[in-house]
Structures are given as C-alpha cells and as structure tokens.
C-alpha cells in the first residue's frame, strides 16, 4: 500500500508541489505557527532519501573525477553566476539578486537519484555527486551568500553553517552508515516505507513556508509574474547547460545523463528554510517559485535525455 501511495505521490509532485504553495499562502497564519517544524521535517526527509546511498559511491571520485568536479563547479560558481547577471540585469532589485542566487547555489537534490535511474544513468556516479555535494553544503551556501549579500545585509554565516549540518550533512551521514552498517538492506525495510512521508514532508515544509510570500502572492503583479518566469528560464538553461556539457566534454550517454539531472535538479527546500529564516520575506520569492517547475523539467529532460541515448551508441568502459 506505501508503495503504491509513493508512485502516486512521484507522478503528481507537478501539480502538489505548486498545489502545496498556494494552500501554504491561503493558510498564511497557520503556516507561521508551524515553522518550528521545518528543520525537523528537512533532517527527517534528509535521512529518508539517503538511505540509499553508501560509501562506495564516493569510489566514482577515483574513476571519474573531472566529471565531479565539472558537475559541482557549475552548481556553484557557473549557475550563481548566471543566476547573477540575468536578475541584476532584468530586476534592478538587490533581494530578488540574493534570492536567485540563492535558489541555484544550494545543493543538488536527491531526487535527481530518482530521474537518473529512470533514464538509466551512472547511479554510482550520481550517488557520489549527491554526497560530495551535500557534505560541502554547509561551506558553500554561507561562502556565496556573503559574497552575494555584500555589505547590505547583515547575515550570520555560522548560523546556516549549523543549520545546513543539522539539517542535510548529519542526516545523510547517518543515513550512509545505517546501509553499510546493514549492507544496504535499510533501504529495503525502512527506506522504501518512508519513501511517501519524504514525500509528504516536501509538500509540508512548501506549505509552511510559502507563508512567508504569502502577501507578495495575495496580489500578484506584473513583476511577480517576471520573477516566476525568470525562474522557470534559469531552472531550464540549467538543464540544458548540463546537457551542453556533457555531451561536448564526456560523450558517454549514461554520464550525460547523470550530468543533466545532479546539474538541472537541486534541493530547494532547504534553500526555502535558508532563505525564509535569515533573509526578508522578497528574497524567499525566486527560491520557493522554483518547486514549481523543478519536476516538470525534469520529466521534460528526462524524454530529451532517452531521444538522444537513442541516437548515440553508448561508449564502454
């Protein structure tokens, strides 16, 4: 029955998602009572998604360490850049700067597991990138958001530092040490059924904090309509950068395809809770609009991705 409830809730995560965002705003009061909850739900689905993965995939750095590098570098240095000059181009408005940046700089999102193996990718390598990345979250999202802040905003990088360790890296190494502790069987007897409430925690933690934008989407305007637009543009000329990429410098189909999703997807709900805890209420804007088309995109790619395999011979090791 958890099964089928899991492949329920992953086909309509499109339409709950954005689903979640407006009963969030419409529930506004509600919502504000329960943000003591969100940290605990992210460790909870933190620890849930990762129990899948194992220390062997840290082996794919050995094999495959350009391809790791490249994927984390555009995370984190090309994206953010390029999330940079689109906003302060289009918007003139140094919150929304902060809050697109923001929206690309966090970690890669374990759900991006998921879509590389049902386009049948590289998993070892997915998995290595996915942990690589979200061990050195709590370095790299305070490193950039200072950077990007400057002098206007006074933030206090050690808080998110303990906040991304709390919330992403102890979970995950948790998480990690219960499946090689059990040889992988967790994942089948407890991972499998906390699959849906995963789910479910997502939906939660988009609900309670779309509470903080709940008065900029109470009456939308024009801009409000650009900001969700230069989202969806940014989230798509991620996916398709990642598949530039990965075609001209790795060639091999299932690598390609681990690159398109580990460089496309991202785990925005712990940029949601980054952003609505330490940031005003407009730079939450740019960071939750982009729930909504993250899993669009990806079953869009995701058909891109199986044309482009049919055309190409995979290249052997």
Not at 191 to 215: D, E, H, R, T
Not at 239 to 265: E, N, Q, R, W
Request: charged share 10%; with cysteine.
């Amino acid at each position: 029955m958890l099964d089928k409830i899991n492949q329920y809730l992953q086909r309509m995560m499109p339409i709950l998602t954005p689903l979640s965002l407006v009963i969030g705003v419409f529930l506004e009061d509600l919502g504000g009572h329960l943000l003591f909850l969100v940290p605990w739900l992210f460790a909870f689905m933190t620890f849930a998604g990762s129990l899948s993965m194992n220390f062997q995939g840290l082996r794919s750095f050995t094999k495959y360490p350009w391809v790791i590098l490249i994927t984390i570098a555009f995370l984190h240095i090309l994206m953010p850049i390029w999330a940079y000059l689109v906003s302060s181009v289009l918007f003139h408005d140094h919150l929304l700067t902060i809050g697109f940046v923001l929206s690309v700089a966090v970690p890669t999102g374990v759900t991006s597991f998921i879509w590389v193996s049902i386009c049948k990718g590289h998993l070892p390598l997915c998995l290595s990138i996915i942990l690589i990345d979200t061990m050195l979250s709590p370095i790299v999202i305070p490193l950039l958001s200072k950077v990007v802040v400057g002098q206007t905003i006074e933030i206090d990088t050690i808080s998110i530092m303990l906040d991304l360790l709390w919330m992403i890296v102890l979970p995950s190494f948790a998480a990690v040490l219960l499946n090689e502790w059990t040889k992988g069987k967790i994942n089948t007897t407890v991972g499998k059924p906390l699959a849906p409430f995963q789910k479910l925690s997502l939906f939660l933690i988009v609900m309670i904090n779309s509470s903080a934008i709940a008065p900029f989407l109470k009456n939308i305007t024009w801009d409000i309509f650009g900001i969700i637009m230069v989202v969806l543009f940014l989230a798509a000329s991620g996916y398709a950068m990642c598949f530039v990429i990965g075609h001209f410098l790795f060639k091999d189909p299932s690598i390609v395809t681990t690159v398109v999703f580990t460089g496309g997807m991202r785990n925005i709900a712990v940029g949601v809770v980054i952003a609505s805890t330490y940031f005003p209420a407009k730079v939450v804007m740019p960071v939750v609009f982009g729930m909504l088309f993250q899993q669009i995109l990806a079953s869009q790619f995701g058909r891109l991705v199986e044309k482009y395999k049919a055309k190409v011979s995979p290249i052997t090791d």
